[in-house]
């Protein structure tokens, strides 16, 4: 299990490998939005990844894309739907918009 801690509130996480980011802040209870259920369409679940950078899934090609038009690409920025739990080390984000 990794412990995913949600910025800026500091709640954690018991998160299994395999699981985006967005399935977890969700099962969590926190409020993240997202408005195209995780298809990486919409950009909404735009999160920071704080720490534990090598412990989530490669940023891929499609999703670089959506992060460049919608909301501008930064070195730790993801979307949560995209971003999987790989299970290798703890991971700190911070959630930019709740619903």
């Not at 980011?21 to 997202?34: D, E, K």
């Not at 899934?57 to 930064?74: C, F, K, P, Q, Y």
């Amino acid at each position: 299990m990794t412990t995913l801690t949600i910025q800026p509130n500091g709640t954690t996480l018991d998160v299994g490998e395999g699981t985006t980011i967005l399935a977890a802040l969700l099962s969590g209870g926190a409020p993240v939005a997202h408005k195209c259920d995780g298809n990486a369409s919409c950009g909404q679940c735009h999160i920071f990844v704080i720490e534990g950078r090598k412990g989530v899934s490669r940023t891929t090609r499609a999703e670089n894309e959506i992060l460049d038009t919608l909301v501008g690409v930064g070195a730790k920025s993801r979307l949560a739907c995209q971003a999987t739990i790989l299970g290798t080390e703890d991971v700190t984000v911070e959630v930019l918009s709740f619903v």
